[in-house]
C-alpha cells in the first residue's frame, strides 16, 4: 500500500473513533513531516524500516527541535507502524526496534500558595459579579485538577449538588467522568451561581460564563496572571494540583472530598 494512502487510512481510524481534533492535528503534523522526509525513497509501506524512522529523528534533532517535540512525533510514527500491523497491512511493526527518544525531566512550573493568593486578590479586587465567577473558576481548577477546556465546558446541569460532585461530560477524547467537590468549593459555586445573572437561552446554560455564552479559554486567567505578578501556561493549574495530591487509597480521596485541598481557600470563604 501507498504510504500517503496509509497514513489518510490512519487518519480516518482515528476520526471514526472520536478522537479530538488536536490528535487528529498531532499525526496529520507528525506523519505529514514524515512522509515529506522519506519522500520517493519509501513510497510503499512495505518498505519502511526502523532506519527511516532513525533518520527521520536525527533530521528533527539536526534541526533544532526541542526533545519533547522530537519525542512526540516519534511517538506517532511508531503509534502508526503497530495500527498498519493490527489493521493486517504489515505482518511486523517496521518501528518496533526504534526506542522513544529521552526527553529531559526538567521539574514542571506550579503554582506557589503565594502565588495562589494573589491570584485570588487579583480577582476579589473585581466587585462585580465577574470577580466571583473569576474566583469560581480559578478555586475549581486549583481544588479538582479539571482540565480548562473541561471548566468553561461545564454547565449547570453537571452539579450534583447531593452527592457533591461534577460530571464531566466532555472530556479528554469525549470521555464522561464523575469529579469530587470538595465542601468549600461547592459553597463558592452555590454563591456564584445564587448571584444575579443573566437568563440564558435555553440548552446554553454554562455554569462558569458571564454571558449566555461559554467563557474563552485564555483571555481572561491571561491577564489575571499578569495582574499577579505570575505568567503560567494552563497545565501548571493542572500540575499544581497533582503534585501535592498523589492520592493512593480510596480513604485519602473521601477525606479530600470533606475537606476541598483548595490552594488559598480562606480567600474565598
Not at 487579583?122 to 479539571?146: H, K, N, P, Q
Not at 450534583?160 to 467537590?181: F, H
Amino acid at each position: 500500500m501507498d504510504v500517503s494512502k496509509a497514513i489518510e487510512r490512519y487518519l480516518r481510524h482515528h476520526r471514526a473513533e472520536g478522537s479530538t481534533a488536536k490528535t487528529l492535528q498531532w499525526h496529520i503534523t507528525s506523519l505529514g513531516q514524515y512522509a515529506a522526509f522519506i519522500g520517493e525513497e519509501v513510497s510503499d509501506v512495505e518498505d519502511l524500516a526502523a532506519d527511516n524512522l532513525r533518520a527521520f529523528i536525527t533530521h528533527l534533532q539536526d534541526r533544532g527541535l526541542a526533545q519533547s517535540s522530537v519525542a512526540t512525533r516519534t511517538r506517532s510514527v511508531k503509534a502508526w507502524g503497530k495500527w498498519l500491523v493490527a489493521e493486517e497491512y504489515l505482518t511486523r511493526d517496521p518501528f518496533a526496534r526504534v526506542k522513544q527518544p529521552r526527553v529531559d525531566d526538567t521539574p514542571k512550573p506550579t503554582f506557589t500558595p503565594e502565588e495562589v493568593d494573589r491570584l485570588l486578590v487579583a480577582c476579589r479586587s473585581e466587585t462585580t459579579r465577574t470577580g466571583l465567577r473569576d474566583i469560581a473558576m480559578l478555586v475549581l481548577l486549583f481544588s479538582t485538577g479539571l482540565r480548562a477546556s473541561e471548566v468553561v465546558g461545564l454547565r449547570v446541569g453537571d452539579i450534583d449538588w447531593d452527592k457533591g460532585v461534577i460530571t464531566v461530560q466532555r472530556g479528554k477524547g469525549g470521555k464522561l467522568r464523575v469529579v469530587p467537590l470538595g465542601r468549600k468549593v461547592e459553597r463558592l459555586l452555590a454563591k456564584y451561581l445564587d448571584s444575579p445573572r443573566r437568563k440564558p437561552k435555553p440548552g446554553v446554560c454554562s455554569c462558569l460564563s458571564a454571558t449566555t455564552g461559554k467563557l474563552s479559554r485564555m483571555t481572561h486567567y491571561t491577564k489575571r496572571s499578569r495582574h499577579a505578578g505570575k505568567r503560567r501556561e494552563w497545565k501548571s493549574i493542572r500540575t499544581s494540583f497533582a503534585i501535592p495530591a498523589p492520592f493512593s487509597t480510596s480513604a485519602m480521596v473521601a477525606d479530600w472530598k470533606r475537606c476541598g485541598p483548595c490552594w488559598g481557600i480562606r480567600l474565598c470563604e
